[in-house]
């Protein structure tokens, strides 16, 4: 075998497994289920209903990390995240009485059934930007423009959120307590074909720690998540398209605890939530 020969050997076995990840991704595994008259709308949703699931629990998560209002003009401003370890429940769905793999279950299926992608770890990070009003009130703007998961493809996210102080209004005695209710809505984009919207709302308590640079938080909130998937914007589907199929997250309650570390004008926060799927939420922010 001559130097070029083994030169082109290397680059192959070097790109495989990415031309594999490449085949085996979410638009292409649609096409593949909506090409295959035994499956069709039905299967296409219970394969991707975990997926709708864990976008609406990504939408919802790393929303604050302090339940005060602060007084106009104060800000902050960062990077916050949610990431999530997809448990075995969604990993599997119902099929004519046989156990087969969603989108995040294995890529080596049961004869007849669409292989998953293997994709058991989920997170986006997003910019966020925490602006103090008047009254007690505090707006959110989030988001990240272009974040690609070659299993999933590129994705958008982008949210907009109000929060109103309690404190004033609900006081705890002997409690120093920051009290606060929040209303949230997200969008989530793949490409030019699958559109993600959940709106939660949620109540806020926190604390600052006695003599320490901490504070812990935690709260409770709700969330609903709907999905559209329009088959008819998928490159290369031809006659299989079957229109816009639309489908909405387990999602609903969502309980959540945290701790908050503050030095000088930086804040990093890191909470569990307690969800239909557990996650991880947390960020850094500069705070002014």
Known sequence: MNKSSKIFVVVVLFLAPVALVAQNNLENNVKIILSDPTKGEEYLKGYTQPLVTSFGIIMGGALFHRADVKLFPHLDVGL?????????????????????????????????AVHGTNFSKFMIPQLQLNLELFADFELMFRGNPSYEIVEIGEIAIYGIGV??????LISIPDFDLALSAQAS?????????????????????????????????????????SMT???????????????????????GLRILFGLSLNVYFLTVN????????????????LVF
């Open 185 to 225: 809505y997200h969008v989530l984009r793949v490409s030019n074909w699958l559109n993600t919207g959940t709106f939660g709302m949620n109540v806020q308590v926190s604390k600052n720690l006695p003599f320490i640079p901490m504070g812990v938080y935690t709260g409770v909130g709700y969330e609903a998540t």
């Open 163 to 168: 929060k109103y102080g309690l404190s004033d």
């Open 80 to 112: 916050s995240f949610v990431s999530i370890k997809m448990p075995d429940k969604s990993k599997t769905f119902n099929w004519k009485g046989e156990r087969v793999p969603t989108f995040f279950g294995t890529d080596n299926p049961p004869e007849g």
């Open 229 to 251: 998937m329009s088959t008819d914007e998928i490159a290369g589907i031809g006659d299989n398209a079957v229109g816009d199929v639309k489908l909405n997250g387990e999602n």
């Open 270 to 285: 890191i909470d569990y939530n307690i969800s239909e799927y557990n996650s991880i939420g947390g960020g850094a922010k």
